[in-house]
């Protein structure tokens, strides 16, 4: 099944993330893709608030995982953009992620598709200029 969404402000992909992060469930590995600067982070934003984290949520490039457990349920936030090999993966220990009662959301999951669940929720991102500079089709599947 695909869904797909079409936005044409930060805030209505915020608004879409925050209605999934309000109905995710314990295990769901959430997968984002799309280019630098389509609003992988801003998707993640929603995705927190909906889970009712307060704290603020970066793209966490620089750490490849930032964990919030001030929500509803505990939240893995995998950037996994500057990641070199899939063996870094296994350092951080992404199974306990994966596999747990949280949920996880990985910005550029792509680059580590050999590891993902069959079960990931994949959503995509992307632009089309001719439809103007913010608008976003977001597709879930
Ligand atoms: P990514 O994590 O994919 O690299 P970010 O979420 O950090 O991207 O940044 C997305 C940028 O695009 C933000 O500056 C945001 O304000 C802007 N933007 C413009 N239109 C939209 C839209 N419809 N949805 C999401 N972000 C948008
Ligand atoms: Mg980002």
Redesign the pocket.
Same mark, same amino acid.
């Given at each position: 099944m695909t869904e797909i969404w079409e936005? =044409? *402000?930060?805030e209505?992909?915020?608004r879409i993330g925050y209605d999934m992060g309000k109905c995710a469930s314990p295990g769901q590995v959430c997968c +984002?893709d =799309? @280019? +630098? =600067? %389509? =609003?992988?982070? %801003?998707?993640?934003?929603g995705f927190a608030a909906g889970l009712g984290i307060s704290g603020p949520v970066n *793209?966490p490039t620089f750490t490849i995982l930032q964990v919030y457990e001030d929500g509803r349920l505990p939240l893995y936030h995998f @950037?996994v953009y500057r990641i070199g090999d899939v063996e870094e993966m296994d350092e951080i220990g992404y199974e306990d992620c994966f596999y747990g009662d949280g949920v996880c959301l990985i910005?550029w999951s792509e680059r580590i598709r050999e590891i993902l669940p069959e079960t990931a929720v994949h959503i995509g991102?992307e632009k089309d200029v001719e439809r103007g500079? @913010?608008?976003?089709r977001i597709t879930v599947r």
């Open positions: 936005t =044409g *402000s930060p209505e992909t915020w +984002l =799309g @280019d +630098l =600067g %389509v =609003g992988k982070t %801003v998707f993640a934003q *793209s @950037d910005e991102i500079f @913010d608008y976003r």
